[in-house]
């Protein structure tokens, strides 16, 4: 077993992406307007779309931190 | 009664005729021996990045939410898109957690989550009712796969009328199904979810460009949405109201995708951790993919397809579930609507033989193994499992046949709240050893029981009003339910545990669970 398998065991810092992308998505307070607008779509549907693009950013950042 | 559409029944058909003969010709890819269970049920552990992000997408993404997550839309509105935030969620859930659970399977030759917790826990029952659990809450799912085709048959014009004809072309379907499934296992339908899978993203791409553009654009869109549908509404003093329901439907969804058996089946698929990790990166397409479906039902209350004379039989036959058909009849030219009804079709041709095959490992590994014939030949092992998939889709096609669709929609949404009680064996399983059987199995069964009850109760919607000191908090009665189960399992696992000597069984050492 090498050393890059032994790191994988533990926690990594780079999970807390993981809190913030679910936090944010799981939070409609934050996300349920109509303003502003993008192309006529209220902020509540090309917002949570965008998050969809954000959240799989922030997971190939995770798997390039701690895929070593 | 549609009228037949002719371009559109000649694209259908030509497409459905090719993925029959791709499914077929997917026995001999990656050539492996099908007389051994994990070749024929889990195309040999050999699916890599690319192959399982198409598997794994055609597997989630059903045919079913293709037609229903819309028709919500249609119907409820901005509720729909919790399937968004869902989809969100699902993914650090796959990447934490399912590598490890891959790895400990991989080294065991497990090949169902309760051939694990057999394993990790060495209790037959507790994997038993893992096991029961995971067929109830399948058998329902197959079932809706059906209403998929059935939509898009009845919105080509091609169900004939009354009787058993009018299910003929459902039957055809199913028995193509059935025949490749037998013959190729999952290499079947990880074939044709490449196909599938391409026809969707053209058909999503296509009507949410074309579609905004012709009803003249999404300002136009939404001001013809009733405004109490556009957004959430804002919860009134004490209570969490639609808010919590929102968050807790998407919360309680991920938590349960994973542990459905179809969904494990195309994760033990691949070929290493690594690919499992790089497709929680990847999978999203199919989040956003679908977010822009469930607008298509913004675009059919636009559209006016609801109140066209010409769809009125068909909302009448199908219910919202018709609003996608009908707005890809009323916006696309008749090949167009072949390609994308065919997409919907073969989209539930995927799943559904992946749900069989998931079925049939678990009734081959798990109960049969485990309860009638305790030391089967390898050939023995697959020849059952390929004979019970015939039997669970032939057993999903007469209850869609048969019964009629509400059943269905009651069945599924009670197996989500079923199957998430499996939780904390399955998936605190994969992270320690701590928990008593005895308490997981008790925990297991309350859940199970209280679900049950709470969404009969709610008269099976899947949102119950929890009342805690005078504040209302509406909210998944899986989750809730869970929470009862944790508690239940955490609280009896010190008391089971003075009565046990020595150390617990675990056939699973801890490096099991990494590369």
């Known amino acids: 077993m090498n050393d890059a398998n032994t790191k994988r065991r533990g926690w990594s810092w780079w999970y807390l992406l993981f809190i913030i992308q679910c936090a944010v998505a799981l939070w409609p307070p934050f996300y349920n307007r109509l303003e502003p607008t993008w192309l006529g779509m209220p902020f509540f549907y090309w917002f949570q779309l965008l998050w969809v693009l954000v959240g799989a950013g922030l997971t190939a950042i995770v798997y390039f931190a701690t895929e070593t | ?515």
């Open chain 2, 1 to 515: 009664m549609q009228e037949v559409n002719g371009p559109a029944l000649i694209v259908f058909v030509a497409l459905f005729g090719f993925i029959t003969w791709l499914g077929f010709a997917a026995a001999r890819w990656r050539k492996g021996d099908l007389d051994l269970l994990h070749e024929w049920g889990l195309g040999g552990r050999r699916f890599g990045t690319f192959v399982s992000w198409f598997l794994i997408g055609g597997d989630l993404y059903t045919a079913y939410t293709f037609v229903a997550v819309p028709a919500l839309a249609f119907g409820a509105g901005a509720v729909a898109f919790f399937a968004v935030p869902y989809t969100i969620v699902i993914y650090p859930l796959l990447f934490l957690a399912f590598p490890r659970l891959w790895h400990v399977c991989h080294k065991h030759q497990y090949i169902t989550a309760a051939d694990f917790v057999r394993g990790r826990f060495g209790n037959r029952w507790l994997a038993l009712a893992i096991t029961i659990t995971g067929l109830v809450a399948t058998m329902p799912y197959i079932a809706l796969q059906l209403v998929g085709i059935q939509v898009v048959v009845g919105a080509l014009g091609i169900s004939g009328s009354g009787g058993l004809s009018a299910d003929l072309p459902l039957i055809i379907a199913f028995v193509i199904l059935a025949a490749f499934t037998y013959s190729s296992g999952l290499r079947a339908p990880a074939s044709i979810a490449i196909v599938k899978d391409v026809l969707i993203y053209i058909t999503a791409f296509t009507a949410v460009i074309v579609i905004p553009y012709q009803l003249g654009g999404f300002d136009k869109i939404f001001a013809a949405v009733p405004p109490q549908k556009v957004l959430l509404a804002v919860p009134g003093a004490n209570t969490t109201g639609a808010y919590g329901a929102y968050a807790t439907l998407a919360l309680g969804s991920a938590f349960a995708l994973f542990l459905y058996p179809h969904s494990l089946t195309a994760i033990l698929s691949a070929n290493s951790g690594h690919a499992i990790r790089r497709n929680a990166a990847m999978l999203p397409a199919y989040s956003l993919m679908l977010g822009m479906l469930a607008l298509l039902g913004f675009f059919a209350i636009a559209a006016g397809v609801g109140t066209a004379p010409e769809f009125a039989a068909g909302f009448k036959q199908f219910g919202n579930n018709f609003a996608v058909p009908a707005l890809f009849l009323h916006s696309f030219p008749g090949w167009f609507v072949g390609l994308a009804f065919a997409a919907i079709g073969i989209g539930a041709l995927v799943p559904a033989a992946i749900m069989s095959i998931a079925a049939a490992n678990l009734y081959t590994r798990n109960i049969h193994r485990e309860f009638i014939n305790k030391n089967p030949t390898d050939k023995q092992e697959a020849q059952m499992a390929k004979w019970v998939s015939l039997i669970v889709k032939f057993g999903a096609l007469v209850f869609i046949v048969f019964v009629p669709t509400k059943f269905a929609i009651d069945l599924q949404l009670l197996g989500g709240i079923w199957i998430i009680q499996t939780l904390p064996a399955v998936l605190l399983g994969v992270y320690t050893r701590w928990f008593n059987d005895w308490a997981l199995l008790i925990g297991w069964a309350a859940g199970t029981i209280a679900g049950t009850a709470m969404a009969i109760a709610s008269n099976l919607t899947p949102t119950f009003p929890l009342a805690l000191a005078g504040f209302t908090f509406p909210g998944y009665t899986a989750l809730y339910t869970l929470i009862l189960n944790l508690v239940l399992a955490a609280v009896l696992t010190p008391v089971f545990n003075a009565w046990r000597k020595g150390a617990p069984f675990d056939a699973t050492k801890h490096a099991d669970y990494f590369a």
